[in-house]
């Protein structure tokens, strides 16, 4: 099971930082990553994380403000977002890689959590 944490509401230019925590079993093997999906939208892509963090990637619309990281001892994947805009306002969802490389298809990723709102004002 995954668990998401820390969305809210922040204003334009500020930052968050979501945690991902697994529970019931480990990901330490497994790719990580966050999606995204704005209303009325789809759900994108936004950041992966290799098993040993050793790779990193992420969509163009985040690099250089989002970082994705993992502490596997503690079973958990964070996102901190800086420098937020109104366009990253969307639920955001944490997933679990079939495979310790992942992908950044939405079929790369067999477990899923229930989501977290972020709500970036202008």
């Known amino acids: 099971q995954l668990v998401e944490s820390g969305g809210g509401l922040m204003q334009a230019g500020g930052s968050l930082r979501l945690s991902c925590a697994a529970s019931?079993?480990?990901?330490?093997?497994?790719?990580m990553a966050w999606f995204r999906q704005a209303p009325g939208k789809e759900r994108e892509f936004v950041a992966a994380i290799s098993w040993s963090a050793g790779t990193t990637y992420y969509a163009d619309s985040v690099k250089g403000r989002f970082t994705i990281s993992r502490d596997n001892g503690k079973n958990t994947v964070y996102l901190q977002m800086n420098s937020l805009k109104p366009e990253d306002t969307a639920a955001y969802y944490c997933?679990?890689?079939?495979?310790?490389?992942?992908?950044?298809?939405?079929?790369?990723?067999?477990?899923w959590g229930q989501g977290t709102l972020v709500t970036v004002s202008s």
């Open positions: 997933a679990a890689a079939r495979t310790p490389y992942g992908g950044r298809g939405e079929r790369d990723f067999g477990s």
């Open positions: 019931g079993r480990t990901f330490s093997n497994n790719a």
